[in-house]
């Protein structure tokens, strides 16, 4: 059973960036591919970005050129830097794991997921 702690939400001005850190309770950590997905109030929860264990991206058109996922498998920790924030960023950003090769871009594709961090962007 892996879990999954998210840390560094806020409340920041649009244009600005935060750091979302994940970090996990499983020593194999380099075992697993993990995503970011977030979810607003009255939406669906949807795919951000991933990375799979050898190190491969992905990222949602809307994120693309501003927000980064990286990995420190040394830290057992995953992070998302976002940058350029836009209020329509405002959501709460899960991160989740799985033990395969390759990253998933659906939710379903997960499974061990954290609690969230609530990221709130001002105009």
């Known amino acids: 059973q892996v879990q999954l702690v998210e840390s560094g939400g806020g409340l920041v001005q649009a244009g600005g960036s935060l750091r979302l850190s994940c970090a996990a309770s499983?020593?194999?950590?380099?075992?697993?591919?993990m995503g970011w997905f977030r979810q607003a109030p009255g939406k669906e929860r949807e795919f951000v970005a991933a990375?799979?264990?050898?190190?491969?991206?992905s990222y949602a058109d809307s994120v693309k050129g501003r927000f980064t996922i990286s990995r420190d498998n040394a830290k057992n920790t995953v992070y998302l830097q976002m940058n350029s924030l836009k209020p329509e960023d405002t959501a709460v950003y899960y991160c989740?794991?799985?033990?395969?090769?390759?990253?998933?871009?659906?939710?379903?594709?997960?499974?061990?997921w954290g609690q969230g961090t609530q990221v709130t962007v001002s105009s």
């Open positions: 499983e020593r194999t950590f380099s075992r697993y591919s």
């Open positions: 990375i799979s264990r050898s190190g491969a991206t």
């Open positions: 989740a794991a799985r033990a395969n090769l390759w990253a998933a871009l659906v939710a379903s594709g997960y499974d061990y």
